[in-house]
């Protein structure tokens, strides 16, 4: 019998035959037999252990009985391999049991944003806004499962054939998104979006380029005069580095409660709640739904509300609270342009099912929501904030709003990147009253038009 629970013996009760332990041989200095060796050592492994009863148990029990058996499998098999060569893979076995396997070298690569794998042998990550393929590959499509299992087994969730997509989170706080099969056809896709230990700041957005001061200047005193904003973007265009770089704006003494999917924000106020939404479990029960946070978040008394990012019904619960007291809330969502943006908040709430009529839900939409900020990421894969609407009314069918600041891409540069400027359009905003009767008011000039140059002033 096992020593621990959770982890078999090499032959599972009497009533199996010990399976012969098919470990070869190798000379250690074969590199590629060395692989092999080491892949097969790691399957032997994965196959001795229960991996749903292991989140039960000790990292330092685990990694005890790992290491026996791995020592019974090399002594047993690799009799060449001396003590040092030995305790070596056991060592890089270990790692690929309990750290993130082939994944650690891009893990503590700074420089990686994105890791996204399809299927055991392609992996790819993305550095300074580029996609390319690595030479990352997993043995197979089981030790890749594993990786991922035991990932988001850490974080409470599972992934299996019943249940075969899931939403996570790394304990570093990178958010992972897994699909796997039936519904992945080829084998497992896994999405990984890096959590940078050092936030981007609103400062490093002026430096890159993605806005000009002048744009960050009015998000600055149009988040201090609660204003309530909605950033609209594509996937991996920005969106949440952006809601985290105006949340940086909110006053210190303010009470902000956070609403996300996998938490992801990095709030600077020590004033902050976080709450998350959770999937329901194989029972179908159990289900944290984002709406349920909202409604919740409202009785929590807070004064501003940030939703991670706003997909269904919750768009309702979200409006209601901008338009009764908690203005200054921020949120996402997924759109390409930011009269497109109100469209779809229009959608969500239809999602609510009470069956409002599109004119009521218009006025409360062109009512709640005073900026949409568009985010893109653009070819060559820079970020830049490319749109900043103001939305002042609802005539007829339309939302009536006006754009502030707009990014022009003027064409591309011998490397294929987008290139072009800001503008500001010489529109005043219908805010600025409420900017200056807040004390945040700005120069009429920072609206002037005029190219903008996306450097500190
Ligand atoms: N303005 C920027 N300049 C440089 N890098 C950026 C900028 N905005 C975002 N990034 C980087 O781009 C990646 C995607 O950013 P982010 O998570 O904010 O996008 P998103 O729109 O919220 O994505 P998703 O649709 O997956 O939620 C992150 O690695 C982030 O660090
Ligand atoms: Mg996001």
Not at 12 to 40: I, N
Not at 126 to 140: A, W
Not at 172 to 180: M, Q, V, Y
Request: glycine fraction near 8%; charged fraction near 25%.
């Amino acid at each position: 019998m096992s020593r621990i629970h959770g982890i078999y013996p090499l032959t599972q009760g009497a009533a199996q035959p010990p399976e012969p332990t098919v470990v070869p041989a190798v000379d250690p200095q074969a590199g590629e037999e060395l692989r092999k060796f080491k892949s097969q050592l790691h399957h032997r492994l994965v196959m001795s252990m229960d991996l749903t009863a292991m989140v039960t148990l000790s990292r330092d029990q685990l990694k005890n009985e790992v290491r026996r058996v791995a020592d019974e499998l090399c002594q047993r098999s690799a009799n060449l391999l001396n003590k040092q060569e030995r305790e070596r893979l056991v060592n890089e076995v270990l790692d690929e049991t309990f750290g993130l396997g082939p994944l650690e070298p891009l893990m503590s690569d700074p420089t990686v944003t994105d890791i996204l794998i399809n299927g055991p042998r392609t992996v790819y990550a993305e550095r300074h806004g580029k996609l390319e393929l690595t030479n990352v590959t997993f043995s197979d499509e089981a030790h890749l499962r594993q990786v991922v299992q035991r990932i988001v087994s850490q974080a409470g969730r599972r992934v299996d054939e019943t249940s075969p997509m899931v939403d996570s989170r790394l304990p570093d706080g990178s958010r992972l998104n897994a699909i796997i099969p039936p519904a992945a056809i080829d084998g497992a896709l896994v999405s990984i979006r890096r959590f940078s230990a050092k936030p981007i700041q609103a400062a490093d957005l002026v430096r890159n380029g993605s806005m000009p001061a002048e744009m960050l200047e009015f998000f600055s005193a149009a988040v201090k005069a609660r204003l309530n904003i909605l950033v609209s973007g594509g996937t991996g265009s920005g969106k949440t580095t952006l809601l985290n770089v105006l949340s940086a704006f909110i006053p210190e003494d303010e009470r902000i409660i956070t609403i996300e999917d996998a938490a992801e924000l990095k709030l600077q106020q020590r004033h902050v709640g976080r709450l998350e939404s959770r999937p329901s479990n194989a029972e179908g029960a159990g289900e944290i739904s984002t709406r349920s946070l909202v409604k919740n978040a409202l009785r929590m008394r807070p004064d501003r509300i940030l939703i991670g990012e706003c997909r269904g019904a919750e768009a309702l619960d979200m409006l209601q609270a901008m338009n009764t007291g908690h203005e200054g809330s921020l949120t996402t969502v997924h759109a390409n342009d930011t009269r497109e943006a109100l469209g779809r908040l229009e959608i969500m709430v239809g999602m609510a099912g009470f069956d409002l009529p599109t004119w009521v839900i218009r006025r409360q939409i062109s009512s709640a929501i005073h900026l949409v900020v568009q985010v893109s990421r653009l070819l060559g894969g820079e970020r830049k904030i490319i749109k900043v609407s103001e939305v002042t009314g609802v005539e007829g069918e339309n939302y009536l709003m006006q754009d502030l600041f707009v990014f022009k891409q003027t064409g591309l540069d011998e490397r294929r990147r987008a290139v072009g400027q800001f503008h500001a359009t010489g529109t005043r905003p219908n805010c600025t009253e409420r900017l200056a009767a807040l004390g945040v008011g700005l120069p009429p000039e920072l609206f002037q038009r005029r190219v903008l140059h996306p450097t500190p002033r």
